[in-house]
């Protein structure tokens, strides 16, 4: 009778450990997983400000405006954008960029992508962004740094949307 009382005790300490610990798990999940923004420091942005190096743009003319990521999705998705102001931008700096290429003439596979994007950061949930139709026009350009897609479906874009009208350009990667 001593051994499975023993064993029945056991099993519930046990129990109680893995229940206490999911709990934690799923807590903190929530407390570090969201909406956020991102900083100067962010590997996004230290990108941007490299590929703008290349165009002889130095880091103290481009200004963080605004941001989103979000974060701590189970599946591996994310999300991250910014919008940067900077000074100088202008069409025969970016035109002079290989893989540069103006809103009204994107390839097939590029303008799947940026709708991919545009439909979660310009169709509304943010203000700041451009919509989809807005970069279909000359005043735009689109820089692919990466595009992942299988069968002819976006897995995952990261691009850079200029408007040196406004001297803007806005970063977007998304992973679904």
């Given amino acids: 009778m001593m051994p499975g009382f023993i064993l029945k005790k056991f099993l519930l300490f046990v129990g109680g450990f893995f229940v206490i610990f999911y709990a934690a798990f799923f807590l903190l999940l929530l407390l570090y997983s969201g909406p956020g923004e991102i900083d100067e420091e962010d590997y996004a942005y230290q990108l941007v400000t490299n590929w703008f190096a290349g165009l002889q743009i130095p880091q103290n003319q481009i200004e963080l405006i605004d941001s989103y990521t979000l974060s701590g999705a189970w599946s591996g998705d994310g ?8 000074s100088g931008l202008n069409e025969a700096l970016i035109t002079g960029h290989d893989g540069v290429v103006r809103g009204d003439s994107l390839t097939a596979e590029l303008d799947n992508a940026l709708e991919f994007v545009a439909d979660l950061y310009g169709g509304g949930e943010l203000n700041w962004f451009p919509r989809y139709q807005e970069v279909l026009t000359p005043e735009y350009y689109v820089y692919p740094f990466t ?3 299988f069968d002819n479906t976006t897995d995952s874009a990261r691009l ?6 406004d001297a803007m350009a806005y970063f977007v990667y998304v992973k679904i």
């Fill in 160 to 165: 850079l949307i200029l408007h040196p009208a």
């Fill in 79 to 86: 999300e991250a954008g910014f919008s940067v102001r900077v």
């Fill in 147 to 149: 595009l992942d897609v």
